[in-house]
């Protein structure tokens, strides 16, 4: 049976970050990433709003809002030095009304806490300069929220991968982990659907949707320790090239109550277009259609501060899910990164309720399971 030095389940774009950052410091070979499906990021990576997002909303203290801000800087760094398609577009947070500018005022607080230094208060006049299409009371601009081909930033990160010394296995799916020894014994169907083993000194769970199963795998009850996953899954809609143009940058509404989500916003993609979205609906299918009837919902979500749209421009996009550790109802939780060394598990990291801002995390995500390695 082979035996490596680190062993990542997950080829979404943290398990590639994770791979490129390691494979630095480890020999060739040493380095293994492993992933179900038959190319990288198929999941939650490559269905996003593809948002540089700058860390305004996550509560101080907390991975989300460190490694979002920290995160922030680096990404545009590493597109800038790799020449990975994105724009520092900006990104106008509304109050629809009178009433929401103390949402507006608090979100602006909150962002300052978190080191996001840039963010403006903008009256109805400045946003009007801005963005004339746009009906708004007051706005928050957000400079360094931008847009990225998250596609071509984890083809990067494969060929970083690749080219110092990981390799990258395909079509191959974790059925099981055993501790052996001074690490793991991880059995896997390959390609051919036959079943191999590696044993790894270091093992490192950041499976998305899966990520859940995957610890479980150990005899571990998800429930008891607040690891499940409760996909939740987000709807797109998009309109006509002719009215994307009357938009320049992203345009959020205030965030839904505690944080349960950002609401259906405006994004725009590289190419231009205006996409809205996601609506956020628990799922226990993972499918990604999207239902046709709820562009009612869209068009009701947008039309007060977007009155040029009519219900009629809304067409079906794309959908993605994203592996919430909070079930419905619950509180806002935060990233899970923890080395399980109290729970027994030493040599073992889980990456656990990966969620928005991930994207934009990655390459900071990456730096932090480093750190933790010894």
Same mark, same amino acid.
């Given at each position: 049976?082979?035996?490596v030095?680190?062993?990542?389940i ?8 994770i791979?490129?950052?390691? *494979? ?8 293994v ?15 996003? *709003?593809e ?10 203290g907390s991975?989300?809002?460190?490694l ?20 520092r ?6 109050? +629809?009304n ?7 005022? *608090?979100i ?6 978190n ?17 004339p299409?746009i ?6 601009l957000?400079?360094?929220?931008g ?5 071509k ?8 991968a ?9 079509n191959?799916k974790?059925?099981?982990?055993n501790?052996?020894?001074d690490?793991y014994?991880?059995t ?8 191999e083993?590696i044993?790894?000194?270091w093992l490192?769970?950041c499976?998305?949707?899966t ?6 795998f ?17 709807e ?12 320049? +940058? ?12 950002l609401g ?12 809205f979205?996601?609506?956020a609906?628990?799922?226990?299918t ?15 979500a ?5 009155p ?5 421009d ?8 994203r592996?919430k ?6 509180p ?23 969620e ?11 730096e ?6 010894h």
């Open positions: 049976m082979e035996k030095e680190i062993l990542i997950g080829a979404g774009v943290v398990g590639l970050a791979a490129a950052e390691l *494979s630095k410091q480890f020999d060739d070979g040493s380095v990433l492993l992933e179900r499906h038959s190319k990288f990021g198929q999941e939650t990576s490559s269905r996003n *709003s948002v540089i997002h700058a860390g305004i909303y996550y509560p101080t991975l989300k809002a460190k979002c801000v920290e995160g922030n800087q680096k990404l545009y760094q590493f597109c800038q030095e790799w020449e990975i398609p994105h724009k577009i900006g990104k106008l947070i509304i109050a +629809r009178e009433e929401e500018i103390p949402a507006l005022e *608090s602006l607080t909150q962002g300052r806490k080191g996001v230094n840039d963010l403006e208060l903008l009256d109805k006049d400045q946003i009007a300069k801005l963005e299409n009906r708004a009371a007051a706005g928050l957000s400079p360094s929220t847009i990225i081909d998250s596609h930033l984890m083809l990067r990160l494969e060929w970083l690749l080219a110092q010394g990981a390799i990258v296995a395909y191959h974790v059925i099981g982990i501790p052996k020894g690490g014994h991880v896997y169907h390959n390609p051919a659907g036959q079943l083993s044993h790894c000194r490192i769970n499976a998305g949707l990520s859940d199963q995957i610890f479980s150990l005899g571990i009850n998800i429930d008891d320790i607040g690891y499940r996953i409760y996909p939740c899954k987000g797109y809609f998009s309109v006509s090239n002719t009215k994307s143009a009357l938009v320049s +940058r992203l345009i959020y509404p205030p965030p839904l109550k505690d944080l349960k989500g259906i916003h405006a994004t725009k993609a590289l190419d231009g277009r205006l996409r979205g996601p609506n609906i628990y799922t226990e993972l499918d990604y259609d999207v239902n046709e009837d709820h562009a009612q919902e869209f068009y009701n947008v039309n007060t501060y977007m040029f749209l009519k219900s009629a809304f067409h079906p996009d794309m959908a993605g899910i592996p550790i909070q079930a419905p109802g619950d806002i939780r935060d990233f899970i990164v923890c080395h399980e060394v109290e729970r027994g598990f030493e040599g073992l990291i889980n990456l656990i309720g990966i928005s801002p991930g994207l934009t995390s990655s390459l900071t995500l990456a932090m399971v480093k750190d933790l390695i």
